[in-house]
């Protein structure tokens, strides 16, 4: 059975966007990038929610075309463009991205519904509305947090409004830019 694994960068008080929805406070560099594709390869369905949808469909398939594009973006537009992607909106009508599925009702069913199928795990990236529903749903199995060394003050969290999370922790490192790349589960 596949797991549904949410992989998300966060700040050290927890938030996975600044109080304007920015990005910007994460150190991305050559190493993030090559966790991040450690962390893709392990991926068998990438899931989002409707913002960071829009905002993947609106840049990545446009990445193929781009003759500037690094090594990294072209593997990673490629992979977008065969890769089956699902996104979880109650809002949207209709995907136009090939091999989107749209899981608009009954989301719970649906994911366990996909998580039952063989292949491997399903990942939310970012997309944090999403992942709180998903959390809230008692389906989200592993949380995959590349935790970052800032302290933001307030911004938009996965985790707020929750209830107690116990987590085991199953694997950590520490990335040259002072990220901690944390893998845990929920604790049974």
Not at 87 to 111: F, P, R
Request: aromatic share 8%; net charge neutral; glycine share 8%.
């Amino acid at each position: 059975m596949r797991k549904l694994v949410l992989f998300m960068h966060v700040s050290l008080d927890g938030y996975a966007s600044d109080l304007n929805g920015g990005l910007d406070w994460i150190p991305y560099n050559e190493e993030l990038e090559k966790y991040a594709e450690e962390v893709v390869a392990q991926v068998g369905a990438p899931v989002y929610g409707r913002k960071t949808y829009r905002m993947m469909e609106s840049y990545w398939p446009k990445e193929l075309d781009n003759p500037n594009a690094s090594r990294h973006d072209m593997e990673h537009a490629k992979w977008l463009q065969d890769v089956k992607k699902i996104v979880i909106s109650g809002t949207m009508d209709k995907v136009e991205w090939n091999n989107t599925i749209l899981i608009k009702d009954n989301i719970a069913e649906e994911i366990k519904v996909l998580k039952e199928q063989p292949g491997k795990n399903l990942v939310i990236f970012g997309s944090p509305g999403a992942a709180k529903t998903l959390l809230k749903l008692g389906l989200i199995d592993e949380f995959l947090l590349t935790i970052c060394p800032v302290v933001l003050g307030g911004g938009k969290s996965v985790f707020d409004g929750s209830e107690k999370i116990r987590l085991k922790l199953l694997s950590s490192r520490t990335l040259k830019s002072g990220i901690i790349a944390a893998r845990y589960e929920l604790e049974k």
